[in-house]
């Protein structure tokens, strides 16, 4: 028996035969109708964009705040990598090859001297996030700011709790999907190897209520 898969009439659709260009991350996102009935709001292909000093990043879900219940299911869209206290990031990224990665830093990463662009200490920061992350290709070595230094492969997780910290990847490409949750102060994120992608989420902290479900 063949399935079919219905989607309300304002979900977008994605174009299979569209080509390739950079990185493209298949989204898929529900909510709720007026009825608060779920449906599939979104199915589409969300763009890398391009980080000099670091490769791409596709931002899937930018909120600033938390998430009210029914909802509908349209991405805040806030601007920014790292979100301020009760946002969240979901995030995938591709790291380039090649030294440790070193973007041109954010008002929200905290450097010490010899930490900017072309320093001694060039990729070390720190911000005020949790940062969870899983490597899905590739592998990535994380060094923290004594010199230890562990390499993380395909599969493995990881929860960077806001310390000072640099990426490198090794041998290829790395692509992680980072989490970065700021409930308190704190985000999630992930970063690859060689070219890693990488999806980072943040995690609001809030209660579900939904009205139909209340009434049980």
């Known amino acids: 028996m063949k399935t079919t898969l219905q989607l309300s009439k304002n979900a ?3 174009k299979p035969d569209e080509k390739r260009q950079g990185m493209k991350v298949r989204t898929v996102v529900t909510g709720h109708n007026a009825k608060g009935r779920a449906v599939f709001v979104r199915d589409e292909k969300v763009d890398g964009t391009p980080i000099p000093g670091l490769g791409e990043l596709a931002f899937l879900w930018n909120a600033d705040e938390p998430a ?9 869209a806030a601007p920014g990598i790292f979100p301020p206290l009760g946002g969240i990031r979901f995030i ?5 090859p ?8 954010t008002p929200e990463m905290h450097l010490e001297d010899g930490d900017e662009l072309g320093g001694a200490n060039a990729g070390f920061h720190r911000t005020d996030t949790t940062d969870f992350g899983v490597v899905l290709s590739g592998n990535l070595a994380l060094q ?4 230890a230094e ?3 492969s ?3 997780v990881l929860i960077e709790n806001g310390t000072r910290h640099r990426w490198r990847v090794v041998g290829g490409t790395c692509r992680p999907p980072w989490l970065l949750s700021s409930s308190e102060p704190s985000a999630v994120r992930i970063r690859p190897a060689r070219e890693v992608t990488i999806a980072v ?4 902290r809030c209660g579900y209520s939904h009205p139909r479900l209340a009434k049980r």
């Open 98 to 105: 090649g030294d440790f990665i070193a973007p041109e830093p």
């Open 68 to 76: 009210t219940y029914p909802n509908a299911g349209n991405n805040p």
């Open 12 to 14: 977008t659709m994605n």
């Open 201 to 204: 989420t943040r995690e609001d």
């Open 92 to 96: 995938i990224g591709t790291y380039l």
């Open 144 to 147: 923290l700011d004594d010199g």
């Open 150 to 152: 562990l390499s993380l």
């Open 154 to 156: 395909p599969g493995d």
